[in-house]
């Protein structure tokens, strides 16, 4: 039997009341708006502040549409999109490549606050692909290469395996070179939402809307 916690699940809340948002305090950027946001997060005792949910949607094998979410790592930012770095045969990237329809989420529940960012994902370019492959440590260079992201593996030692297979195959070499197998994607955001929880649950949530003069609207949604 499942043990339950000695709280029930159902009186687990904190009140929000660490600010507030006026749309005066807001960027007219939404971009320029995320980096102060995400300064402040990156100061805070948040663990991993670029951390984010990416969600994209896949069709399953009846071809029914079917929504997937997962955490991974911002690595860039700028008025070219937001990007991240993966296995470009991951489950993620073959829904990316069918719908380049996507969602990421910040969650920085330290701060009661919420960054939402719907775009479109492109491919990074290859030659900022290769410059950040080539940044990470050498063993995550190895890990890139070891592993099918996505796929079953017969056993944990599988993957050992494959990693200790590349360590000697690069072992000579000074420069790893990039799998093509793997890249990064981009997102061009056309809407952005904050959200800044409030007390009694009447929380301020702002959000830019891209016009089609490239323009972006401001409007407070209903909390
Ligand atoms: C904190 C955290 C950071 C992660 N960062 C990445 C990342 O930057 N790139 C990546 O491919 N997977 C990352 N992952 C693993 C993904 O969540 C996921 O398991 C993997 O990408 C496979 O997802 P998919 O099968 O939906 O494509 C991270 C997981 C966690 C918990």
Redesign the pocket.
Known sequence: MVKMPQVPVSELRISYDLGVLHQEMMAADPIEQFGHWFEHARDSPIL?SN?MVVS?VGLDPQGNARP?S????L?DFSDSGFS????LG????S?LVANPNVTLLFPWYELHRQVIISGKANLVPRDMVEEYFHSRPRQSQIGAWSSK??TVLESRQALDSSFAHYEERFLDLELIPVPDFWGGWQVLPHRIEFWQGRESRLHDRLVYVLQEDASWNIERLSP
């Open positions: 991993e951390a994209t997937g997962r955490t991974v790592l690595k991240f770095y993966t296995n991951s489950g993620k990237s829904d992201q996505s």
